[in-house]
């Protein structure tokens, strides 16, 4: 079911209500049902007497809008259901469990704070997007580890939250204009995660990631070095727990790979019959971990 309302008045006040129900078998008898809604109000400053004759600026909007979203995307139709399979044992046909049953499954739902301003000037001619927004993701579906003496490893759960702010800015402009036309734009964003909340502190993933709490989804757990031998040229490996042997045990957190900034630029020319466009991208401040080099060597 979903629901939405718009209001304006003199073309100045903005607002907007949504509210939306969702439904969805994969989850428990007595969580299927979910209902998400959001809100925005705009003011269009542009259309005020005070600015409505200026030459300069032809656009002023400031907006501010807060909402939530459910989500079910990343497990199975039958995710809260204890499910059976088909084996053999001693020659013969057999059922097996192959799923735990978990009837408290619900929908992960994710809410956003968003405020920014829009702004045009000469007849829209350049333009300028500025948002802030703040993230917050709960019951993150997740595989939770439990007791092995259950006979299965992890079971899908709603555990943890992850936390997204950050800050996005857009520029556009036509520079030149008439038959050699000349367009460019501009984006870059800053952008902040972290897990704020798991079940179980510090999940190590694949023997090179972990999830910890404080630290971003991404983040490397590695063994470390502190240089090079000059004399073997070998690795000099950080001895992290200082018990005189190199082994897993001596990972720790060394790095992310979420950038500080990334963004592109665009530019895009036509003269007459004929157009060429380029684009650069840029990523700024993340860590690579290559692993295909680590396995090889």
């Known amino acids: 079911y ?19 129900a969702d439904g969805s078998s994969r989850f428990g008898a007595e969580n299927q049902f979910g209902f998400f809604p959001s809100g925005s109000l705009a003011w269009r400053v542009s259309q005020e007497d005070f600015l409505k004759e200026s030459r300069a600026v032809s656009d002023l909007k400031f907006r501010v809008s807060y909402g939530i979203t ?11 259901r204890g499910l059976f399979g088909i084996d053999d044992y001693r020659l013969r046909a057999t059922l097996i469990p192959t799923q735990l049953s978990n009837q408290n499954l619900s929908w992960e739902s994710t809410s956003q704070f968003n405020a920014g301003f829009d702004l045009g000037l000469f007849n829209n001619r350049f333009s300028m997007t500025a948002d802030y927004f703040l993230k917050q993701t709960d019951d993150l579906l997740l595989d939770r580890i439990i007791p092995g003496i259950s006979g299965f490893p ?8 992850v936390e997204n702010r950050g800050f996005e800015l857009t520029l556009n402009g036509a520079i030149l204009t008439g038959d050699f036309k000349w367009d460019a734009s501009f984006n870059i964003s800053f952008i902040r995660n972290e897990i704020k909340k798991l079940a179980v502190d510090e999940q190590v993933i694949s023997d090179s990631h972990i999830l910890a709490e404080g630290h971003p989804i991404g983040t490397f757990f590695l063994i470390d070095q502190d240089g090079v031998d000059p004399q073997t040229g070998n690795i000099i490996w950080d001895d992290f727990n200082n018990d005189g042997i190199i082994n897993a045990d001596d990972r720790q957190i060394v790095g992310n790979a979420q950038p500080d900034y990334f963004g592109g630029l665009n530019n895009s020319f036509s003269y007459k019959g004929f157009d060429f466009s380029f684009l650069f991208q840029f990523n700024v401040g993340n860590e690579i971990f290559n692993n295909s080099r680590a396995i090889y060597e």
């Open 2 to 20: 979903y629901f939405r309302a718009n209001y304006g008045l003199n073309n100045k006040y903005l607002l907007t209500l949504t509210g939306r």
């Open 154 to 161: 992890t079971v899908i759960d709603n555990i943890g939250e």
């Open 70 to 80: 459910g989500n079910q995307n990343g497990i199975d139709n039958f995710a809260s």
